[in-house]
T-cell receptor
Framework: DQQVKQNSPSLSVQEGRISILNCDYT??????FLWYKKYPAEGPTFLIS?????DKNEDGRFTVFLNKSAKHLSLHIVPSQPGDSAVYFC??????????????FGTGTRLQVTL | AAGVIQSPRHLIKEKRETATLKCYPI?????VYWYQQGPGQDPQFLIS???????DKGSIPDRFSAQQFSDYHSELNMSSLELGDSALYFC????????????FGQGTRLTVV
């Protein structure tokens, strides 16, 4: 049962344009969401997160939007750069502090930023 | 800056053998998480530790066990290895529980033949 889904396995965007990566979840208990970036042969790198009490969080070129009623979140990268080419994982947890509880990952979206 | 160190980076074992994966967290990080990522799959949570105590348990087979030592490093012990155990095993650490502060290691690629 895939509780966190990224329906687009790959995405290609031109340099300078906006990249939009989508993520859907089914477990209504999730209240903390994160995006990770992963290069080949490296571990995931934390990018940005959002708590369920917010609908938007921005950090430089990265913005995450959360639509709780639709159980949907998205990551916007503006402007996209060639160095952004990587696999992006959406992840969710029940809470972010207190206990070292598990993180449920999506299946990943491979972003290719072209020149 | 020091990162999460995992050893070995690559490991090849035969079926029914035993493997031990090690994770050295970032200094002063007291929380360790283990994840398994099979080929073409998303990372799956195995187990976590906070202050040397098991904190949460995921889809970790009974053949696997793990612990966190007094110096906060952690070891994942895998026995009676099966072909399906071939995967990339990630360890992450954080200063107290909290994924926004968690840093992942480069992973150990285990191949069972």
């Amino acid at each position: 049962d895939q509780q966190v889904k990224q329906n687009s396995p790959s995405l290609s965007v031109q340099e300078g344009r906006i990249s939009i990566l989508n993520c859907d979840y089914t477990n209504s208990m999730f209240d903390y969401f994160l995006w990770y970036k992963k290069y080949p042969a490296e571990g995931p790198t934390f990018l940005i997160s959002i708590s369920s009490i917010k609908d938007k969080n921005e950090d430089g070129r990265f913005t995450v939007f959360l639509n709780k009623s639709a159980k949907h979140l998205s990551l916007h990268i503006v402007p996209s750069q060639p160095g952004d080419s990587a696999v992006y994982f959406c992840a969710a947890s029940v809470g972010n502090t207190g206990t070292a509880s598990k993180l449920t990952f999506g299946t990943g979206t491979r972003l290719q930023v072209t020149l | 800056a020091a990162g999460v160190i995992q050893s070995p980076r690559h490991l090849i074992k035969e079926k029914r053998e035993t493997a031990t994966l090690k994770c050295y967290p970032i200094p002063r990080h007291d929380t360790v998480y283990w994840y398994q990522q099979g080929p073409g799959q998303d990372p799956q949570f195995l187990i976590s530790f906070y202050e040397k105590m098991q904190s949460d348990k995921g889809s970790i087979p009974d053949r696997f066990s793990a612990q966190q030592f007094s110096d906060y490093h952690s070891e994942l012990n895998m026995s009676s290895l099966e072909l399906g155990d071939s995967a990339l095993y990630f360890c992450a650490s954080s200063l107290r529980p909290g994924y926004t502060e968690a840093f992942f290691g480069q992973g150990t690629r285990l191949t069972v033949v």
